[in-house]
């Protein structure tokens, strides 16, 4: 069936680190993937997303790019800040369903 | 008002009270959702309706009542519930039949079962 699976965390990174979060995904059709982040408190927000493989998502600047020969939709940061301290979620859905399928989460702490 | 709104944001209930969390789309859409969110525990997909129609229920025990009266709000009326129960309800919609249709989060309510 179709799923998410993201790496574990919970993970620390010293201020200014380059960040990485993996997520691979298992889908019978052409999934859209998305990555959500969680601060503290409050609901999810969509931070970026693809639609197509080769499409690179970007905001904040989070990246992701979808690969379809790996089946990854890694989500990267060149330069973490303090406020980037948040759970992230990676997500998929099918066109044709109405499901979502979210990962685990993956706690991320920035340390000053 | 903008997006996704729940009320309350915070709740406190006795195990024989009986509640209802709200949540009022802004966004046009025509689906929407309850997820369950606990503590080390990932995401719980409760409910769907799909323009006011339920399309999901999965395996959530009675004493979950979900209620779509319209596309821009969804009830989950609460009764009997357990300690077990307490978490944070996520409600979230989207525009289904469309090529991406993301969901778009309400900020939750932070259920207390005593």
């Known amino acids: 069936g179709d799923s998410v699976t993201q790496m574990e965390g919970p993970v620390t990174l010293s201020e200014e680190a380059f960040l990485t979060i993996n997520c691979t995904y298992t889908a019978t059709g052409y999934p859209s993937l998305f990555w959500y982040v969680q601060y503290p408190g409050e609901g999810l927000q969509l931070l970026l997303k693809a639609t197509k493989a080769d499409d690179k998502g970007s905001n904040k600047g989070f990246e992701a790019t979808y690969r379809k020969e790996t089946t990854s939709f890694h989500l990267e940061k060149g330069s973490v800040q303090v406020s980037d301290s948040a759970v992230y979620f990676c997500a998929l859905s099918i066109h044709t369903g109405n499901q979502f399928y979210f990962g685990t989460g993956t706690s991320l702490t920035v340390i000053p | 008002e903008t997006g996704v709104t729940q009320t309350p944001r915070h709740l406190v209930m006795g195990m024989t009270n009986k509640k209802s969390l709200k949540c009022e789309q802004h966004?046009?859409?025509?689906?929407m959702y309850w997820y369950k969110q606990s503590a080390k525990k990932p995401l719980e997909l409760m409910f769907v309706?799909?323009?006011?129609?339920?399309?999901e229920n999965n395996s959530v025990p009675s004493r979950f009542s979900p209620e779509c009266p319209n596309s821009s709000h969804l009830f989950l009326h609460l009764h009997t519930l357990q300690p077990e129960d307490s978490a944070l309800y996520l409600c979230?919609?989207?525009?289904?039949?469309?090529?991406?249709?993301?969901?778009?989060f309400g900020p939750g309510t932070r259920l207390t079962v005593t």
């Open positions: 309706y799909n323009f006011k129609e339920q399309t």
């Open positions: 979230a919609s989207s525009q289904m039949g469309q090529r991406d249709y993301e969901q778009y």
């Open positions: 966004l046009g859409h025509n689906a």
